[in-house]
T-cell receptor
Framework: GAVVSQHPSWVICKSGTSVKIECRSL??????MFWYRQFPKQSLMLMAT?????????EQGVEKDKFLINHASLTLSTLTVTSAHPEDSSFYIC?????????????FGQGTRLTVV | DAKTTQPPSMDCAEGRAANLPCNHS???????VYWYRQIHSQGPQYIIHGLKNNETNEMASLIITEDRKSSTLILPHATLRDTAVYYC???????????FGDGTTLTVKP
């Protein structure tokens, strides 16, 4: 079945630095990918929709200049957390739908645990 | 996206059927019902989805009421490994983003 892979699985960074998280669709093309954030004991919260070849669409309250999204190809979207601070520590998850179909499931990556110290 | 309502937690005995309900009373005609589960510190795992008819696969069965305002996920023989948070999601007509509610924490007990 279709697989979405995230890298890295976990990362620890110093406050003030930037961190890049990759999301790849391994065996299908994804014109759209989605980025979620999940805090402990909470549900997934959609951050943004990543569109191949165009600007990402951010949900209300999500700072686009802090969470930079690039979707340069049909199989890769990246999320960069810029000037990370401890409050950005969270579980980041991406998902992708096999392009163009409305009746297929979204495939989720395994998630990236970000810890900012 | 339609909002979904699920009980916050449920227990189930190992080997017994687990029936997880979900209300989606504002669902639109072309919106699908999806179920995912999330085991701690992992990404959500797809279970099953449906539009109008009941569905069954190797993991579970999905029962959707005739008016489509609610559904039930059935795990026929729950195992300890089925302990997870189960999310019921209604996907919009473009089949795009998934909006997660709070889900149901299912605990399967020996």
């Amino acid at each position: 079945g279709a697989v979405v892979s995230q890298h890295p699985s976990w990362v620890i960074c110093k406050s003030g630095t930037s961190v890049k998280i990759e999301c790849r669709s391994l065996d299908f093309q994804a014109t759209t990918m989605f980025w979620y954030r999940q805090f402990p004991k909470q549900s997934l919260m959609l951050m943004a929709t990543s569109n191949e070849g165009s600007k990402a669409t951010y949900e209300q309250g999500v700072e686009k200049d802090k969470f930079l999204i690039n979707h340069a190809s049909l199989t890769l979207s990246t999320l960069t957390v810029t000037s990370a601070h401890p409050e950005d520590s969270s579980f980041y998850i991406c998902s992708a739908n096999e392009g163009g179909r409305i009746d297929t499931e979204a495939f989720f990556g395994q998630g990236t645990r970000l810890t900012v110290v | 996206d339609a909002k979904t309502t699920q009980p916050p937690s449920m227990d189930c005995a190992e080997g017994r059927a687990a029936n997880l309900p979900c209300n989606h009373s504002t669902i639109s005609g072309n919106e699908y019902v999806y179920w995912y589960r999330q085991i701690h510190s992992q990404g959500p795992q797809y279970i099953i989805h449906g539009l109008k008819n009941n569905e069954t696969n190797e993991m579970a069965s999905l029962i959707i009421t005739e008016d489509r305002k609610s559904s039930t996920l059935i795990l026929p023989h729950a195992t300890l490994r089925d302990t997870a948070v189960y999310y019921c999601i209604v996907r919009d007509t473009l089949g795009s983003k998934s909006t997660f509610g709070d889900g149901t924490t299912l605990t399967v007990k020996p």
